[in-house]
Every structure is written in structure tokens, then in C-alpha cells.
């Protein structure tokens, strides 16, 4: 059975998709730790990132690298968190998001009812600053 992220990059069930290219994704997260907080995943449907071929692996944090650039310029937090944990998902997963502190990478701290109209200002905001600083793999939809 396809992950829910496998389903997600199919199209089958609705996200706020950021990028999109031959190997990757990125997303924003339905159970936001902050603003913008968005994931990076691999098409490939790979349980353990070690697991990834490393130029996977590679591209993935250029990626992230990409976006955590793009929520400093939106955002401008103190720093940009980037964790790998994958307990709550099957399928390869890395958070980027903008934090104060190490307490903001907590998931008990999760926001499960995040306001649409806010996620949806985050998303354009955050793909209008990947499109200045010249990707060309922002999603458009």
C-alpha cells in the first residue's frame, strides 16, 4: 500500500505543495511545529533515509537547503530547524522549519488545526521566495 505520501505526490489527497521536481517534493506540513514548517520527500517510497541511494540523499538536503533559505527570508526566525525522525510515517521525510529554540522541534507541540487562510499566505510566500532566488522547480499546484 502507497504511503500517505506517495498518495500526496500522486495528486490523490490535496497539500500546499512548495516544490516539485524528478526526485523530490516538499509540502507544507498538515500538523505545523511553526510557520512554514514544510517536509522534503523523496519519490521514491524509502522507509529509512540511510536507506536512500545517497544522491537521493544529496538532493534532498539541497532541497531543504532551498526552503529553509526561502522561510529565513519570509519568516526570519532565529534559525532554521532540520530534523529527521521518520516514526510517524513510513516513507523518507525531512522537516525544515523556521524555530526560536530546541523546544520548537517538540511534536507534542504540533498545531493539528492550523488556519487554511494562514497556510495559504505561508505557501505563496514561500514560493514567491523561491522564485526570486531562481528555482525553477517551485510547484504550481
Do not use: K, Y
Given at each position: ?93 525531512v ?36 522564485a ?6 517551485v510547484?504550481?499546484?
Amino acid at each position: 500500500m502507497a504511503s500517505i505520501f506517495s498518495r500526496i505526490i500522486s495528486g490523490d489527497i490535496p497539500s500546499r505543495m512548495l516544490w516539485e521536481d524528478d526526485t523530490c517534493v516538499s509540502f507544507l506540513d498538515v500538523r505545523p511545529l511553526s510557520s512554514g514548517h514544510a517536509l522534503v520527500v523523496p519519490r521514491l517510497e524509502v522507509d529509512q533515509w540511510v536507506d536512500l541511494p545517497s544522491a537521493t540523499a544529496t538532493h534532498l538536503m539541497g532541497v531543504a537547503h532551498a526552503v529553509g533559505t526561502a522561510q529565513r527570508a519570509v519568516f526570519d526566525p532565529p534559525r532554521i530547524g532540520l530534523m529527521i525522525a521518520g516514526f510517524e510515517v513510513p516513507h523518507t521525510h525531512v522537516h525544515v522549519l523556521p524555530i526560536a529554540s530546541m523546544a520548537d522541534l517538540d511534536f507534542t507541540n504540533a498545531n493539528g488545526s492550523p488556519d487554511p487562510t494562514a497556510l495559504d499566505q505561508q505557501l505563496v510566500d514561500l514560493r514567491a521566495a523561491l522564485a526570486s532566488a531562481g528555482h525553477d522547480s517551485v510547484s504550481t499546484r
